[in-house]
C-alpha cells in the first residue's frame, strides 16, 4: 500500500482498552536511502503537537492555576492583538476549539499583522497562532518556557521518550535526548525530499514523534490517571462546527457522535507529512500513524479498516477530499502522475472514462491534491474539474472547486458564474456565500484594472507596481515590507503570470529593473511583449522574504501599445515593483 500510494515510511500504533497494543515503524527515512526507518524514527508531528499543550493546559485547569473562559489577556496581555479590542473576549476555551477569530498564520493575510478575521466564538476559524498564544500564557502562570513545562508536564509524566520540541545545532552525543538525529525526511508530489527543521519551538506544529508517544498522549488525556473526569467531558463538548457536518471541533480535538458513540479526532499536516488520529472515548480504542508523504492520508480509510474497524465516514464526509482513498481510482491516478506523468495520467484518465469507472468525486479529489497538497499545474487542476463537471454535470462540489480555482487564477467573472450555478445547485456542504461576495469584490478591481497603462518615454524613469497589473494568474496582492509600503505580489510559483499594458513613447534599448525576495532557491522569469521574449531573468534567492533587492536586465522595447508579460518559469519570489529607464547610447 505504501508504494502504491508513495509513502516511503509510516508509524503505526493501535490502541485497546487504553494500551498501546501494538506498533511498528515502516519503510525508509528517506526515498531512495538505505537508512530504514524504526521504532525511535522520529516524525514531524504537524499539528498533532498542538495535542502536547491540550494536556498541559488541562492539567493546570484541575490544578485551578487557569480557567478555560476567563479572558486570556487577563494572564497575558499580547501585543501582537492588542490593537484589535475583541483580543479581549478570547479565551482558552475558544483557542482549544479553533474559535478565536485569529488566523492560521499571520503571514496569510497582512505579514505585517496578526489578525482577528471573526468575531471571537462566532465560528470556527483553525488557528495555529492562536495556540502559540496560548502557550506564552501557560509560559507566564508556571514561569517556565514551553520546552520546560512540556518536558515537566508531559513527556516526562507519560514517559515519551520519542518526542522532541526542537531541532538543536550542536551535534554532540548529549543533545539526543533532546533533539531529533534519529528522523524521517518528508516528501511532496515530485518525491523530492522537503527538508525542513525548527530549531525554535512551535508548540502548534513543531513537534517531532513516533505513532507510539502519540498513542500514550491520547491515553494518559483520556485514561483518568492524570486528568479529572470533569475535564475529560470538557475535552468532549462540540463547539464550532466543521463545515455543515456532523463533525465539531471541542476544545482539543474534532468530535464526533457516531453510532452513539464519541469519537474524536486530529490530523497533522505539513509540507511533507501527513499525519492521523482516530480514537473511540467510550471503547478505549483507536490508532494513529504518521507518514512522510503529503499523499499519506489517502491510506487512512484503508488503516482504519486493518486495525481499529472504527466507522470515520462523518470525518471524511465532513472534508470532502478525503472521501476517495486507496484502494480507488484518485489514489492510482495520483500515483501515475508521480511515476510517470501529467500525459499518462490522462491515459489512464480516458481509460476510465471509457469503462464507467470515474467515481463522482474521483477527479475533485484528484485536483484537490494536485492545487492545495502539491502546487501542480494549474491547467491541470482546471482540466480535472471540467473533465469532472462533463462526466456529472449535477456535481455542485466541482463547480464550487472550479470557481475557487478561478478565482484565484485572477478570473473572477468566470469563478462568480460557477459558484453562483454551486448556489442555484442547492450546495450545502459548507457556505460558499464569503466566496461568492469575495468574487464580486474582486470582480469590480477586475473591472478596473482594464483601464490601467503604463506610459514610458526616454525622458524620465517609469516605476510600476508591481500590483497595478491588467491580468494575472495565480498570483496574490498582499502589504509590501519594503521600503515604502504598499502592496506586493507573492506566493509566485511556476506558470503563474502578470500582464501591464505599456505605451513606449520612443522605441530603443531600456534598462528594466524588477524589486524581489526570495527565500528557497530563487526563481526565474521570461519577459514577453506579445509572443515576442525580450530575455529571460535568473532571480537568486534573496536569504529571507523581507530581504528585498533589484534586479536589472536591459530590453528593447517597440513603440506603441503593447501587452508586457512576466511569466515565472520557476517559482518561489515576491515583487514589488517594476522599473524601465532610456539607455543611454
Known amino acids: 500500500m505504501m508504494k502504491e500510494v508513495g509513502v516511503p515510511a509510516l508509524s503505526l500504533a493501535v490502541i485497546e482498552n487504553n494500551k498501546v497494543v501494538f506498533h511498528n515503524t515502516y519503510g525508509v527515512r528517506k526515498k531512495g536511502d538505505k537508512k530504514k526507518a524504526d521504532n525511535r524514527t522520529a516524525f514531524d508531528a504537524g499539528s498533532l503537537s498542538k495535542s502536547y499543550l491540550v494536556f498541559a493546559v488541562y492539567q493546570l485547569v484541575d490544578q485551578g492555576k487557569l480557567d478555560l473562559d476567563k479572558p486570556l489577556y487577563q494572564y497575558l496581555k499580547y501585543d501582537r492583538l492588542e490593537y484589535d479590542p475583541r483580543y479581549k473576549l478570547i479565551t482558552a ?232 482513498m486507496y484502494p480507488s481510482n484518485a489514489s492510482d491516478l495520483l500515483r501515475i502522475y508521480d511515476e510517470e506523468g501529467v500525459e499518462a495520467m490522462y491515459a489512464a484518465l480516458d481509460k476510465l472514462k471509457k469503462n464507467g469507472t470515474v467515481g463522482a468525486t474521483t477527479l475533485d479529489v484528484v485536483s484537490f491534491y494536485l492545487k492545495w497538497y502539491y502546487g501542480g499545474d494549474n491547467r491541470v487542476t482546471q482540466k480535472l474539474l471540467e473533465d469532472n463537471i462533463a462526466l456529472y454535470p449535477d456535481s455542485s462540489l466541482s463547480y464550487v472547486l472550479l470557481g475557487r480555482h478561478l478565482r484565484d487564477l485572477g478570473k473572477p467573472d468566470s469563478a462568480l458564474l460557477h459558484l453562483k450555478k454551486a448556489q442555484e445547485m442547492h450546495f450545502s456542504a459548507w457556505s460558499i456565500d464569503g466566496d461568492i461576495s469575495d468574487c464580486e469584490t474582486k470582480l469590480v478591481d477586475f473591472n478596473r484594472r482594464k483601464s490601467l497603462m503604463v506610459r514610458i518615454n526616454e525622458k524620465e524613469q517609469t516605476t510600476v507596481p508591481a500590483d497595478n497589473y491588467n491580468l494575472m494568474s495565480g498570483v496574490v496582492s498582499i502589504a509590501s515590507t519594503d521600503e515604502g509600503g504598499g502592496r506586493c505580489l507573492a506566493y509566485i510559483e511556476a506558470d503563474d503570470w502578470m500582464e501591464y499594458r505599456i505605451d513606449v513613447r520612443d522605441s530603443g534599448n531600456y534598462s528594466m529593473t524588477l524589486r524581489v525576495a526570495s527565500l528557497p532557491g530563487g526563481g526565474q522569469v521570461e519577459l514577453r511583449i506579445e509572443d515576442t521574449l525580450l530575455t529571460t531573468m535568473n532571480i537568486e534567492t534573496t536569504k529571507g522574504w523581507q530581504n528585498w533587492v533589484s534586479k536589472t536586465t536591459a530590453i528593447r522595447l517597440p513603440a506603441g501599445s503593447h501587452t508586457l508579460r512576466l511569466y515565472a518559469r520557476v517559482g518561489g519570489f515576491k515583487l514589488n515593483w517594476l522599473k524601465f529607464a532610456k539607455q543611454s547610447i
Request: charged share 20%; net charge negative.
Open 93 to 324: 476555551r475558544m483557542v482549544l476549539s479553533h474559535s478565536s477569530g485569529i488566523e492560521n498564520w499571520q503571514f496569510q493575510n497582512d505579514p505585517l499583522k496578526l489578525e482577528i478575521i471573526s468575531d471571537p466564538g462566532t465560528k470556527l476559524v483553525y488557528s495555529g497562532e492562536g495556540y502559540n498564544y496560548l502557550a506564552k500564557v501557560v509560559e507566564s502562570i508556571l514561569h517556565q518556557p514551553y520546552e520546560i513545562y512540556i518536558r515537566d508536564l508531559v513527556l516526562n509524566v507519560l514517559q515519551l521518550n520519542n518526542s522532541y520540541l526542537k531541532f538543536i545545532k550542536q551535534k554532540h552525543h548529549l543533545f539526543h535526548k533532546e533533539s531529533p538525529w534519529n528522523y524521517a525526511v518528508g516528501h511532496g508530489l515530485d518525491s523530492k525530499p522537503i527538508v525542513k527543521k525548527n530549531y525554535a519551538v512551535s508548540p502548534a506544529s513543531g513537534n517531532h514523534i513516533t505513532a507510539e508517544d502519540y498513542a500514550k498522549l491520547i491515553i494518559g488525556i483520556f485514561d483518568t490517571t492524570h486528568l479529572s473526569v470533569a475535564r475529560i467531558k470538557d475535552l468532549e463538548q462540540p463547539i464550532a462546527r466543521v463545515n455543515n457536518s456532523s463533525t465539531f471541533y471541542g476544545p482539543g480535538f474534532e468530535v464526533a457522535d457516531i453510532d452513539g458513540d464519541l469519537v474524536i479526532e486530529h490530523g497533522g499536516d505539513n509540507d511533507g507529512f501527513k499525519n492521523q488520529m482516530f480514537y473511540s472515548v467510550a471503547k478505549k480504542r483507536g490508532y494513529v500513524f504518521l507518514s512522510n508523504s503529503d499523499r499519506g492520508r489517502l491510506m487512512m480509510k484503508k488503516l482504519c479498516d486493518m486495525t481499529v474497524q472504527m466507522n470515520i465516514e462523518p470525518y471524511l464526509n465532513a472534508e470532502f477530499y478525503l472521501t476517495d
